[in-house]
């Protein structure tokens, strides 16, 4: 079904990217109980497998039906570009209970015998608790399947704006959004999202657009918000095909020898643009280890650095592509 965007003039100075550890959250929530999502996140659904039986997450899965609408309220745009968790879950926590119980009707209405059900009837009747439960699951959502993975994904998160950030300036909006997923197409002023979870239009008003990667949420491309969440456009980040592998199994033993095993591999960890906590978390490493490692494979011209909000990003130069690609 498809979701059309009427961009203005003033909407194509207001576009800007954020990442949000609240969506991650919801979207791995999401893909639990979505067997086609299951192909790039085996390794992590392993690891959490016993500890996600020990959440109840029966009332979030009620509020995703597979198409229509999905509450805003659970997961409003980011406040920010670097917002945490916890900034994110407290303005959850501020919502309007009326906002919310109306946020909730509609995706219930899109469930079969959603409304009628024990826990729809409970949700509606009594939306301040439903606010306050259903951020408390988030947040045990949070602690559970993400938090310790989140140096990770965050990673990835920021590499992938980093790079559509220099897409952006080399090409302009336009090509930007034709790269970022094929369900994307521009008729003059009109974005069009094809195969989204809704069939609706949404006149942006002034008020420009949030564009966020993720990771859990492939193969889809999720257009929203509704009114009054400022419109978001979530679609999934570069590079989540090596997510989950371990950096020593793709490094050539050759490059190796030449540099020392260590070393390499904080080279061919670099498939995408890192930093050094989320290098360190990745490899197993103390972060003043891989700090020493990064510095000396930035001096010899294999690395170069630049600074992206609260961190330093480290990329491959094409010498160190092409030492990575040797065998």
Do not use: K
């Not at 909407?11 to 991650?24: K, T, V």
């Not at 997450?57 to 409003?76: A, K, V």
């Not at 980093?162 to 974005?191: F, I, M």
């Amino acid at each position: 079904m498809p979701f059309q965007l009427h961009f203005g003039e003033s909407d194509l100075l207001r576009c800007r990217f954020a990442l949000s550890p609240l969506f991650e959250t919801q979207e791995a929530v999401r893909t639990l109980s979505r067997p086609y999502r299951h192909g790039y996140h085996l390794p992590w659904l392993r690891r959490i497998r016993e500890a996600a039986v020990t959440l109840d997450l029966e009332p979030l899965w009620l509020l995703m039906p597979d198409s229509g609408h999905n509450p805003d309220f659970i997961c409003p745009p980011p406040i920010g570009p670097l917002a945490t968790f916890e900034e994110e879950i407290t303005a959850v926590r501020a919502v309007d209970p009326e906002v919310a119980r109306a946020d909730m009707a509609l995706a219930l209405g899109d469930r079969p015998g959603g409304p009628e059900s024990a826990t729809g009837r409970r949700l509606l009747a009594d939306p301040a608790r439903a606010v306050r439960d259903l951020a408390d699951l988030l947040e045990r959502a949070w602690q559970t399947l993400i938090e310790p993975y989140w140096p990770r994904l965050r990673a990835l998160l920021e590499a992938d704006i980093a790079y559509h950030s220099r897409r952006l300036a080399d090409s302009g909006l336009e090509q930007l959004l034709g790269e970022v997923s094929p369900r994307l197409s521009w008729n003059g002023s009109t974005l069009t999202v094809t195969g989204t979870r809704g069939d609706h239009q949404r006149v942006l008003g002034g008020q420009g657009l949030v564009l966020m990667p993720s990771v859990f949420v492939w193969p889809e491309v999720v257009g929203g918000h509704e009114e009054p969440w400022q419109p978001g456009l979530i679609y999934p980040a570069r590079g989540i095909g090596g997510l989950w592998g371990e950096s020593g199994d793709r490094t050539p033993e050759t490059l190796a020898r030449l540099l020392g095993r260590v070393r390499a591999d904080v080279l061919c960890a670099l498939d995408e643009p890192a930093g050094t906590s989320a290098l360190a978390h990745r490899l197993g490493l103390a972060p003043s280890s891989v700090s020493a490692h990064l510095s000396v494979l930035r001096g010899a011209g294999l690395l170069a650095s630049r600074r992206y909000g609260h961190q330093v990003l480290y990329e491959r130069t094409p010498l160190g592509i092409a030492l990575t690609a040797s065998d």
